[in-house]
């Protein structure tokens, strides 16, 4: 009898991009930026935080952790300019308030005008409560596929009996919804990032192990990194492809741990 293939989770190159078929998603986040109490270094010239890090920062919280499912996405850089760019790419695919958060304190550092950070006190070991990650590009997707079952709807006699009861002008106001919706996610959808992933399941220490191993560009000194954990991130895994193929055919990033 053929042996079981066992693939540990490792880091990768990923293209990062908005599912059109996003869901809603409750887990637990982690970011580990130069801003965050205690983990950045803070020099006369900026605030720094290498990728290594980074990662030991976010492999504390899942130490002692119950089996889990997590994804972690990281940019890093070793130029100010660089990790700008890539910050504002990052962001703009995924709009988590937190990302645009550090978007901003990047851009406060980089024009000097830093005065005094009020920056939220240690936070200790442990998964933080999961939340639900609800963002303006995953709204908009999930409204666009109830607009569109809405609109598959409208043919049948129910649907025609009650548009005809409704108020005069609700078409030309729904048409115009449809077509902004549509332009707007046309737009989101076509944003991509070119970023570093590890996915994987097991208990943290597991994942913890594996996750700092082989750590990408350890000699950067710009770093984003999220820690997303929860029971099911498939939507999250989604948004992650292989950069080197048609995003149909990328194969999925599921890892199964022995």
Known sequence: MASETIIHPTWRKSLMKMSPTMSGLTCSMVPAHPFVYGLGQKTDTGWYLSPTNAISHIAKKLAGAAETEIVVMMICAKSQVEFMSLLQLFSSVFP???????????????????????????????????????TSTSRATINAQLIEQAKNSAGSASGIDAMKSAMSGFKQIRESALKDIGNKLTDLLGKSVVIWSFTGKGTGDYLAEKLKK??????????????????????LKGMLHDPTKPINSTEPNDNIRP
């Open 214 to 235: 082989d750590i990408p560009e350890p000699d950067a000194i710009f770093t984003l990194a999220t820690l997303f954990a929860g029971s099911e991130l498939s939507s």
């Open 96 to 134: 988590l308030p937190v990302f645009s958060q550090v978007e901003r304190m990047a851009k406060t550092a980089a024009n000097l005008q830093i005065t005094k950070m009020q920056l939220p006190g240690a936070q200790f070991g442990g998964l933080p409560t999961p939340q639900a990650l609800s």
